[in-house]
């Protein structure tokens, strides 16, 4: 029988024969009970009722989060002249062109978020294999395929979260770190679980959300009900 530490045990025994609980209650427990010596991330995970192998079902998208996300994101942009003079002024970490792409392929990947400007999209579509895989790649769908650099950087730095289902039908994000007040964790994951419900695929048939469940980076999950963490 596996012997747990005394901080996973407690946590353990607080969660248990907790499950289906409202969003403030799965936020107190949560938080409540990370106790690492970080600062843990907030993370939630919602399966879905589609199957992304149809175009029909992907479900993808972008929301920002009115109280941030709490962590430092990277952000790389690839733009040229007066363009990228906008990004490195809106406070984009890694401005290039032609030397960000050899950058990547060569194997170094220092960003979290990923912008181009439509004439740099033939440059970044050679780096499909590198950063799809990552969710990396720009896309004009969630915004990241843009003329306007300086609101799409700032959005990225300001705390806006991609989304994008993955093979087994799951959405998952950080949505605040557990120093974050009650209050404000409780708006985030509303405001996650909103856009993702808005985001519903035309294909999409039978239940849309089957189980939404919220954890801490070293700590268990709780399931949330899920008509709760819909409504308004």
């Known amino acids: 029988?596996?012997?747990?530490?005394?901080?996973?045990?407690?946590?353990?025994?607080?969660?248990?024969?907790?499950?289906?609980?409202?969003?403030?209650?799965?936020?107190?427990?949560?938080?409540g009970n990370a106790k690492a010596k970080f600062d843990e991330t907030i993370e939630i995970s919602m399966n879905l009722g589609v199957d992304p192998r149809h175009a029909d079902q992907m479900v993808r998208g972008?929301?920002?989060?009115?109280?941030?996300?709490?962590?430092?994101?990277?952000?790389?942009?690839?733009?040229?002249?007066?363009?990228a003079?906008?990004?490195?002024?809106?406070?984009?970490?890694?401005?290039?062109?032609?030397?960000?792409?050899?950058?990547?392929q060569g194997g170094?990947?220092?960003?979290?978020?990923?912008?181009?400007?439509?004439?740099?999209?033939?440059?970044v579509g050679r780096l499909g294999k590198v950063l799809g895989p990552r969710n990396l790649m720009p896309n004009p769908k969630v915004g990241t395929v843009t003329m306007d650099v300086e609101t799409a950087v700032k959005a990225a730095k300001g705390g806006e979260v991609q989304f994008k289902v993955e093979k087994a039908g799951v959405v998952h994000a950080g949505i605040g770190k557990a120093s974050f007040d009650e209050a404000k964790l409780i708006e985030n994951v509303r405001a996650f679980v909103g856009a993702?419900?808005?985001?519903?695929?035309?294909?999409?048939?039978?239940?849309?959300?089957?189980?939404?469940s919220l954890s801490s980076?070293?700590?268990?999950?709780?399931?949330?009900?899920?008509?709760?963490?819909v409504a308004e």
């Open 1 to 31: 029988m596996a012997k747990y530490g005394k901080r996973t045990t407690a946590a353990r025994e607080a969660f248990a024969g907790k499950s289906d609980v409202t969003v403030e209650e799965a936020v107190a427990l949560v938080k």
């Open 62 to 83: 972008v929301v920002g989060l009115p109280n941030g996300t709490g962590k430092d994101v990277r952000v790389a942009v690839f733009a040229r002249g007066p363009k």
């Open 85 to 104: 003079e906008e990004a490195e002024k809106a406070g984009a970490d890694i401005v290039g062109a032609e030397d960000l792409m050899e950058t990547i």
């Open 108 to 123: 170094k990947i220092d960003f979290d978020r990923c912008i181009a400007t439509p004439d740099m999209m033939p440059i």
């Open 196 to 212: 993702v419900a808005k985001a519903k695929p035309a294909g999409s048939k039978g239940t849309y959300m089957k189980k939404v």
């Open 217 to 229: 980076t070293m700590g268990p999950g709780v399931s949330v009900n899920v008509d709760n963490a």
